[in-house]
Structures are given as C-alpha cells and as structure tokens.
C-alpha cells in the first residue's frame, strides 16, 4: 500500500505559477513511476504529467506542454508538479498517483497509475 499526500495547491493569478508536491510513503517509492492529474468541474479526470522511477523518461499532456514540469526527488520520496503560465482552464483538482506504467503511443502521452492521492485545489483567476 502506499500512501500520497499533497501540498502546494492554492489561489494565483493567471501568468502566475504554483509547485504542487506530493509525498508518499508505505512501500519502495524510488521504484514506482509516478505522476499527476487533474479534474475540472464538470469533466473527466485527466492526465497532466509523469516520471518514470529514475526521472529520465517524463511524459506530459499537449496541453501543459513548456509550462509544466514534473520532477522528483527520491531521497525525500517527494514527487513535484513545477506549474507555470497557469490559465484559468488550469483551475482543478490535482491528484497525485503512482505505480503502473506510463508511456506513449499513438494517441500521445499515457499513464495508468495504481495508487491515488486526495487531490489538492489549483484555482486560477482571470
């Protein structure tokens, strides 16, 4: 089992940018892939970003593309979402995940995770 908890999420202005982190305990963190993402009101949950367990291979979302980035950190088994040039349709909820696989195929980037967080309000103003 593992467990996932988040910080970092808030209020900013558009332009603006926020880092969302995400802690996560109970089994071998620095093996698992992990990653982030988001639903808005009144839509689907979604995919943002992922890491493989090195952090060599990262996979995003064409709509984050050259303002988000993903990293992590596995001595302090924290994984981070580094968010800038946030836009209103930004504003959701961000949940962590890990374990499963991510990749890509052809329809762009995936990740199929295992394990959820609570998720962590990111609200964007205009």
């Known amino acids: 089992q593992v467990q996932l908890a988040h910080s970092g999420g808030g209020l900013v202005q558009a332009g603006g940018s926020l880092r969302l982190s995400c802690a996560a305990s109970?089994?071998?963190?620095?093996?698992?892939?992990m990653g982030w993402f988001r639903q808005a009101p009144g839509k689907e949950r979604e995919f943002v970003a992922a890491?493989?367990?090195?952090?060599?291979?990262?996979y995003y979302a064409d709509s984050v593309k050259g303002r988000f980035t993903i990293s992590r950190d596995n001595a302090k088994n924290t994984v981070y979402l580094e968010m800038n040039s946030l836009k209103p349709e930004d504003t959701a909820v961000y949940y962590c995940?890990?374990?499963?696989?991510?990749?890509?195929?052809?329809?762009?980037?995936?990740?199929?995770?295992?394990?959820w967080g609570q998720g962590t309000q990111v609200t964007v103003s205009s």
């Open positions: 995940a890990a374990g499963g696989a991510a990749g890509e195929d052809g329809s762009g980037s995936y990740y199929r995770p295992a394990y």
């Open positions: 109970g089994r071998t963190f620095s093996r698992y892939t």
């Open positions: 890491t493989s367990w090195s952090g060599g291979s990262t």
